[in-house]
């Protein structure tokens, strides 16, 4: 298992000890309440340090050697993450946070910071390494972890990522944790109703799978996970432009990211009846590809008229939510990188969620700020809903028209969810476009962070 790199605890975060310098965490207010000793204080003041953030200024001590080290935090509501900045700005060598923030969000931002994808490339690093006691470390180890493995999986090119590696990895996981992983696979899709994820992958050399992951004690709160695996999507034979292609490996997002909430829900233990299910496909061209205008019975028994073939991602979740409520567990979510128009809706950098469950937004929405998660709620608006209609089948998988996409696409989901479950559905970007002090261009975890910890609160822990 060690091959696995997603499994490894990162090795930039260390014990304490009294090798380790101070990094002093400072705002401007900071300089002036005595929070900084007066060595350090009257050094910052005469090199004009004014906290900025981002900043830093290394502080030598009375023999010229250096001592320690000021990092800005600013004013910004992510301030902590910031500090992601620190693996990059700070001399080689082991280092400790003084700060009025919370030691393990530093380090949270710290280890986000560090991030590198380095299966094709090896890139030298500086050995900065920040040291933690022993609790805060194995808890932010663990988030580090979980993330970690939601960007290498989407930073994967579907090359090496393909429906079979896929479910390489989702064994791997499960079997570190011993879980028991399963899968379905090929035409034994139709011969146990899966027939719209086999309609998606069918035309692809690779053949389309259902993953399906169990861990955790019967009769405990059961939740389930499902994430799109469109390992690529070419759009079909609705074909999309090269430029919309490009990122289209990315198109796993959603069950990158389960599994990453996966990782850290197994790894903290939490006393949950976990089920992680992952429709993986890629979405190619070729003769037997379905079309505009097919029909298909889904599992659940509407019938889904093909309107058009880029929106399948909706398709294999359709299937497989239906399979999740067969046995309705406590807390159903589903996350999926489904819609441009939830990124014309909030950007690349804000995950939209939907919900019918009242106490479960305000939850997540409480949880999110406190944890510098973002998400934000979009409506389950009823009155769309009429968009579904189709006139041949039950309801179509492109509304006509090109309004509120994203709330459509969600209203087709619950379709396959039972009004009694408590469902929320996520439609993520995936992927972050411009460097951020915590997170290189690339693919990204989104929202994890938060719904981890709403499940360890499910969990009594």
């Known amino acids: 298992m060690s091959s696995y790199r997603y499994i490894d605890r990162p090795s930039f975060l260390t014990e304490k000890s009294a090798a380790s310098r101070p990094v002093h965490a400072v705002t401007a207010a900071d300089m002036e309440d005595g929070t900084i000793d007066a060595a350090a204080l009257a050094w910052a003041r005469a090199t004009g340090f004014a906290a900025d953030a981002g900043s830093l200024l290394l502080v030598p001590g009375a023999d010229g050697t250096l001592a320690a080290a000021l990092f800005g935090l600013g004013s910004e509501p992510d301030a902590a993450l910031s500090a992601g900045k620190l693996s990059k700005l700070l001399p080689a060598g082991d280092w400790h946070v003084e700060s009025r923030l919370p030691e393990d969000r530093i380090a949270l931002g710290f280890g986000l910071g560090s991030y590198s994808f380095r299966r094709y490339r090896q890139d030298k690093q500086k050995q900065v390494r920040l040291a933690l006691g022993d609790e805060v470390r194995t808890e932010v180890e663990r988030q580090l972890a979980g993330a970690f493995l939601a960007r290498d999986l989407i930073n994967t090119p579907t090359n090496d990522m393909g429906p079979e590696d896929l479910e390489v990895v989702f064994r791997a996981l499960g079997q570190h944790y011993g879980a028991q992983a399963t899968s379905i696979v090929g035409d034994d899709l139709l011969a146990q109703n899966f ?15 259902l993953l399906e992951m169990r861990w955790g004690r019967q009769g405990a709160p059961r939740v389930t996970l499902v994430g799109k695996g469109v390992c ?8 999309k432009s090269a430029s919309n292609m ?4 990315k198109d796993m997002g959603g069950a990158a990211n389960v599994l990453g909430l996966a990782l850290m829900i197994m790894d903290a233990g939490l006393d949950v009846d976990l089920r992680v299910l992952v429709p993986a496909v890629e979405n190619s061209i070729a003769g037997n590809a379905f079309r505009p205008g097919d029909i298909y019975r889904s599992r659940k028994g509407l019938t889904v008229q093909i ?66 998660d973002p998400m934000w709620r979009l409506p389950l608006w009823p009155g769309y809903d009429k968009d579904l209609k189709s006139r041949a089948a039950d309801i179509t998988n ?15 989901l619950k379709r396959f969810v039972g009004k009694q479950t408590r469902w929320a559905h996520f439609d993520i970007y995936g992927w972050t476009l411009s460097e951020k002090p915590h997170a290189p261009v690339g693919g990204e975890a989104f929202a994890i962070r938060t719904l981890y910890r709403h499940v360890r609160d499910l969990a009594g822990q």
């Open 307 to 372: 309107d058009n073939t880029d929106a399948e991602g909706r398709l294999v979740l359709a299937d497989a939510l239906s399979y999740a409520d067969e046995t309705p567990p406590d807390l159903l979510i589903d996350m999926a990188t489904l819609t441009g128009a939830a990124r014309v809706a909030l950007g690349t950098d804000i995950a939209p969620f939907f919900t019918d469950d009242e106490a479960l937004a305000t939850r997540l929405s409480e949880i999110s700020r406190e944890e510098n």
């Open 232 to 239: 690529f999507d070419t759009g079909g034979l609705d074909i």
């Open 246 to 249: 490009a990122l289209m490996k």
């Open 398 to 412: 492109a509304p006509s028209g090109g309004m509120a996409g994203s709330i459509t696409a969600a209203l087709f």
């Open 195 to 209: 027939p719209l994820i086999h309609a998606v992958g069918r035309a692809s050399a690779h053949a389309p799978r």
